[in-house]
């Protein structure tokens, strides 16, 4: 039998060895790489392209909501799960607007992590049981009802890397590194996303990244 390969993404030295010991003891799992940060991670998945991403939320350099996207745009084959300790729904619609599969909260029991690696593996989604289960229906519903072709659409997939990294609030130099591109280029394309958005600030481009969900309101209240 084919065994899952996984990487395992923390930046807390003691989560990723209890995490690789839980996923080592399954016959049909197999870790295949560690990253202690966001960055790390995307570059990590890029190189090993494992099945799937276990990503916790709260690392430095760029947190797990944001490499989501990052991920799912270089190596879309690659399904990523995210483990957080945040319940709320804006970090949940964040998620699985950009891509990942699966939501396990890190006070949830071990089997989720597991059943969570697994649905995703099969491109099912899971949710820990305490989030709204509610929130999966209603976000599909969404996606299916949203015009296929809309403005971000349009973009190209660097513009849209560039556009989610602003309405979180990154900073263009922060954008250069985290893309290994120069701050000229960044400014090119954040002109050329305004443009094409008919979008004049960033107020309005965060107005905008809240429409269509790409952020959810609450991050933006925190």
């Known amino acids: 039998m ?3 390969k996984v990487l395992v993404a923390d930046d807390h ?13 399954q016959s049909d799992i197999e870790v295949v790489g560690e990253a202690t940060d966001g960055m790390q991670a995307v570059k990590k998945v ?13 690392m430095p350099q760029l947190n ?17 799960v995210l483990l957080s300790m945040h319940i ?3 970090y949940v619609y964040q998620a699985l607007n950009s891509g990942a599969l699966g939501y396990v909260l890190k006070a949830s029991p071990t089997s989720d992590v597991l059943e969570a690696i697994r649905a995703a593996h099969r491109g099912e989604h899971f949710l820990s049981s305490r989030i709204n289960s509610k929130l999966i229906s209603t976000f599909l519903k ?7 072709v809309d403005g971000y659409n349009l973009l190209s997939e ?4 560039v556009f989610r990294l602003l309405v979180e609030g990154r900073s263009n130099a922060e954008i250069a590194d985290i893309l290994c591109i120069s701050s000229k280029t960044v400014d090119k394309h954040r002109a050329n996303t305004m ?28």
Do not use: C, F
Request: overall charge negative; cysteine-free; aromatic content about 2%.
């Open 64 to 80: 797990g909501l944001e490499a989501v996207g990052l991920i799912k745009e270089s190596v879309p084959e690659t399904q990523v």
């Open 142 to 148: 969404n996606r299916e009802e949203k015009p296929a």
């Open 2 to 4: 084919e065994k899952i």
């Open 13 to 25: 030295a003691v989560v990723r060895e209890g995490l690789r010991k839980l996923l080592d003891e």
């Open 46 to 58: 890029k190189s090993i392209r494992p099945d799937v991403a276990l990503l916790d939320i709260a």
């Open 158 to 161: 660097r513009e849209q890397q």
């Open 88 to 90: 709320k729904d804006a």
């Open 195 to 222: 443009r094409k958005l008919d979008i004049h600030n960033m107020v309005e481009m965060v107005k905008y990244a809240i429409k269509i969900g790409v952020i959810g309101p609450e991050l933006w209240e925190d």
